[in-house]
């Protein structure tokens, strides 16, 4: 789902750094063009993370009083939206599901270790 939007942005010259209709991935990760697209893609992610965190209130240290709301529509929205921008920052890279599960599973297996070794 995440490619084909960005297909359509690329289609109506909408995505890339200058915006470009000729915009292709994956990205050469040898080219400082391409390590700075990524890196405005993941500046993206967490921006949006950030406007997430926004939606709790309850997360200022120096609050002394309980909201009892949260506006959980609004808040999964924005984690939506990082979530979009780090599957594109995962495209740009040339990074496949498999390939991101495996190295997933990897890691996995490794915290999993540390925690029985007591690291």
């Known amino acids: 789902m995440q490619e084909d939007f960005m297909f359509r942005l690329r289609e109506h010259g909408l995505i890339g750094t200058h915006h470009q209709s000729d915009f292709v991935w994956p990205l050469d990760l040898s080219k400082r063009s391409s ?29 002394q009083t309980e909201v009892g709301h949260v506006d959980r529509e609004a ?36 915290l999993h270790r540390r925690i029985d070794e007591k690291y």
Do not use: C, W
């Open 35 to 63: 390590q700075l697209e990524l890196k405005d893609v993941a500046f993206n992610s967490m921006s949006e993370l950030f406007e997430a965190i926004q939606h709790l209130k309850n997360a200022k240290k120096h609050r």
């Open 75 to 110: 808040f999964i929205e924005e984690a939506v939206d990082s979530f979009k921008f780090f599957l594109e920052f995962l495209i740009f890279a040339g990074i496949t599901p498999d390939e991101f599960f495996d190295a997933y599973a990897k890691k996995d297996a490794v």
